[in-house]
């Protein structure tokens, strides 16, 4: 009997460590997550009813980096709240709005807005979707579950285990973090941020140069890349656009601007299949309007090669405002 109390006893002193870990983990993201992480929070505690940015009849910007860096709550109107993401697709957006919703009330107004290339790629699902925990435990698993049976090549690298592993906050998920963090080094730096991300309802830019000639993602492709992603993303797209006539909500589904430097290099074959496939979705839902026509802007308007710097947003925002808001005012 005594040798069974040590040998237990033994067993629970070897586990604190991991306890220790794991408990820090989850109490003090803001902590040692990288500097992606305060928009992602930002975007979940509005989504949830947490953050007073979002609440009460607010109008939604959702979609990826471009739709935050490119629109401006500020210039919009008081009710305005960016959701965007870096890297996120309608997967991340579906579910967003759904828990909107569920917290918050049906919002007047929903503006999404993704890169093209965010219509066949989801190039950050396992590094913040899952490791920021930005679904549910149960989202995540639907998500694997659908996506494997579209054979979405973004889950080849992990399974329900390692998705288990991230929601449990054990070490061989996070110590990297840890220990590049030095467990605490990054609580400044994302509290200013998410402090500036409640500030600024959301906006943040991603390219700060006062112009930028480089080209972006879409200049390369000659066709959109059908597979696995696209299938889940398109699924996602569908529902998202659902859940809002369902809801009865205002709808508008913009193109982010090109800087003329990608904008000249777009192939010609790859601008119409990828109109038509938006325009797939505009026959389908005559209630929400759709912008098929991608923008382009002078170089200048560009902090990078993907997104607009601040006179560049505050260009498009006017835009964006003489189209659709100043008849609402």
Known sequence: MKRLLIFTAKCILALVPLIAVVAYTFLNPMGYMDEEYPSWHYTKMVQEGREATG???ASLILGDSRAMADLVPEMLGEDYVNLG????TSVEMYYTLEHYITNNGVPKRVVIMFAPFHYSYMDNYETRTMYFHHLTFSEAMNVYSQGRSYGAEVLDD???FDILSMYLRLPDSYLPALINSRGNGRLSVNRELYERQVSDRGHALYGTADGCDDINYEANYT???RGGEHLLITHYFERLLKLCSRNGIDTVVLQPPMNEASYSRLDPGYVREYAGYINRFANDNPEILFETD???YDNMYFGDSSHLNEK???LY???FIGKYIKHDR
């Open 55 to 57: 609440i009460g009849g």
């Open 85 to 88: 993401i870096g890297g996120a």
């Open 158 to 160: 992990f399974d329900r």
């Open 223 to 225: 066709e959109m890349n």
């Open 294 to 296: 991608i923008p382009c």
């Open 312 to 314: 560049g947003a505050k």
């Open 317 to 319: 925002t006017e835009e």
